[in-house]
């Protein structure tokens, strides 16, 4: 189990030192890859806001039928007296 420890620690600096040291590089953004990059942000916060309303939905819902569940149960009980 050790070794797998020290492989990723070695994978971990190996990784650290080749993105730290600087070479220059000659890179072109065309507007077609900032368009798509920016696409892609959207899409990423789109479905984030809606996988929330999800969640949230559900938690309304369960709180909704926990309270409508407290409710009747109590009736219950004031019908029994």
């Given at each position: 189990m050790t070794w797998i420890r020290s492989l990723t620690t070695s994978i971990v600096l190996v990784?650290?030192?080749?993105?730290?040291?600087?070479?220059?590089?000659y890179a072109y953004l065309d507007p077609g890859s900032v368009s798509y990059?920016?696409?892609?942000?959207?899409?990423?916060?789109?479905?984030a806001l809606f996988a929330t309303k999800i969640v949230w939905t559900k938690i309304k819902i369960f709180f909704k039928n926990l309270r409508t569940?407290?409710?009747?149960?109590?009736?219950?009980?004031?019908?029994?007296?």
């Open positions: 990784a650290f030192f080749c993105f730290m040291l600087p070479r220059q590089v990059m920016l696409q892609l942000l959207l899409a990423s916060l789109v479905g569940d407290q409710k009747q149960s109590g009736n219950k009980h004031d019908d029994e007296k």
